[in-house]
């Protein structure tokens, strides 16, 4: 069973950047789809960027152009660079994997089994 801990959340003005990290306890390589969900208060889970094991990722529209998913596998380490940040990116931020080469919808919650505790990430004006 894989083991996910999420680090690098914290507090940030809008438009700047935080790099998220999610260490994972199996190779993160092939076989792996995974991605970075996010939760704010009072919303549905949603999912925010993702990377399956042929490396193809997709984002969520809200992100696109300033979020970046990443897989490190020599660290067995998922990443997501976020730039230009915006107060609506407030959420707990969550890391997901699934043993799987790919998935039929990437950004959807049901496709994982395996999921972390979470980080926060606070945007202010």
């Known amino acids: 069973q894989v083991q996910l801990v999420e680090s690098g959340g914290g507090s940030v003005q809008a438009g700047g950047s935080l790099r998220l990290s999610c260490a994972a306890s199996?190779?993160?390589?092939?076989?792996?789809?995974m991605a970075w969900f996010r939760q704010a208060p009072g919303k549905e889970r949603e999912g925010v960027a993702a990377?399956?094991?042929?490396?193809?990722?997709w984002y969520a529209d809200s992100v696109k152009g300033r979020f970046t998913i990443s897989k490190d596998h020599f660290n067995n380490t998922l990443h997501l660079q976020m730039n230009s940040l915006k107060p609506e990116d407030t959420a707990m931020y969550y890391c997901?994997?699934?043993?799987?080469?790919?998935?039929?919808?990437?950004?959807?919650?049901?496709?994982?089994?395996?999921w972390g505790q979470g980080t926060q990430v606070t945007v202010s004006s």
């Open positions: 199996e190779y993160t390589g092939s076989r792996k789809t």
């Open positions: 990377i399956d094991g042929l490396g193809r990722t």
């Open positions: 997901a994997a699934e043993d799987r080469l790919w998935v039929g919808s990437a950004l959807t919650r049901n496709e994982y089994n395996y």
